[in-house]
T-cell receptor, first 113, second 115 residues
Framework: DQQVKQNSPSLSVQEGRISILNCDYT??????FLWYKKYPAEGPTFLIS?????DKNEDGRFTVFLNKSAKHLSLHIVPSQPGDSAVYFC????????????FGKGTRLSVIA | ETGVTQSPTHLIKTRGQQVTLRCSSQ?????VSWYQQALGQGPQFIFQ???????GRGNFPPRFSGLQFPNYSSELNVNALELDDSALYLC??????????????FGEGSRLTVL
């Protein structure tokens, strides 16, 4: 039973354009969401997070949008750069309680120069 | 400030053997979590240690065990290896207490192949 779903295994985008990575969740107790980026032969690194009290969080070229009613979040990268090519994982947890992060399967983003 | 380091980076074992994977957490981080990432999957939570005590466990059998030491190092031990144990094992340290500590700092992982 996948509680965090990233339905697109891969995405290819032209340099300079917008990349949109999507994530859906099923557990209504989740109220804290994170995106991690992973390069080959490296561990995942934290990118950006959002709490359910907000519907948008922005950090430079990266913006995460949260739609609680649809149980959907998305990561927007504008403009996309070749160095953004990596696997992106969506992760979620309840902010209270003692539950670890649940990760999606990841989306491989390729930014083409 | 040093990051999270893991060893070995790659290893090959045969079915039935035992393996020990090591992790050195980021300085000052008292919490360490271990994740298993199978091919094409996201990281799956194995267990977490806080101040040398197991603080939570995912859906993994008892042949997966761990230790945490006072010097911010930790181990993941897997006994009676099975073919399905082939995966990337990730260690992550964090500042918080409890399983939902928010931002995790991951090592580069140890890739285990079981033949």
């Amino acid at each position: 039973d996948q509680q965090v779903k990233q339905n697109s295994p891969s995405l290819s985008v032209q340099e300079g354009r917008i990349s949109i990575l999507n994530c859906d969740y099923t557990n209504s107790m989740f109220d804290y969401f994170l995106w991690y980026k992973k390069y080959p032969a490296e561990g995942p690194t934290f990118l950006i997070s959002i709490s359910s009290i907000k519907d948008k969080n922005e950090d430079g070229r990266f913006t995460v949008f949260l739609n609680k009613s649809a149980k959907h979040l998305s990561l927007h990268i504008v403009p996309s750069q070749p160095g953004d090519s990596a696997v992106y994982f969506c992760a979620a947890s309840p902010h209270s309680g003692n539950t670890p992060l649940v990760f999606g399967k990841g989306t491989r983003l390729s930014v083409i120069a | 400030e040093t990051g999270v380091t893991q060893s070995p980076t790659h290893l090959i074992k045969t079915r039935g053997q035992q393996v020990t994977l090591r992790c050195s957490s980021q300085s000052g981080h008292n919490t360490v979590s271990w994740y298993q990432q199978a091919l094409g999957q996201g990281p799956q939570f194995i267990f977490q240690y806080y101040r040398e005590e197991e603080n939570g466990r995912g859906n993994f059998p008892p042949r997966f065990s761990g230790l945490q030491f006072p010097n911010y190092s930790s181990e993941l031990n897997v006994n009676a290896l099975e073919l399905d144990d082939s995966a990337l094992y990730l260690c992550a340290s964090s500042l918080g207490v409890g399983l939902n500590t928010g931002e995790l700092f991951f090592g580069e992982g140890s890739r285990l192949t079981v033949l």
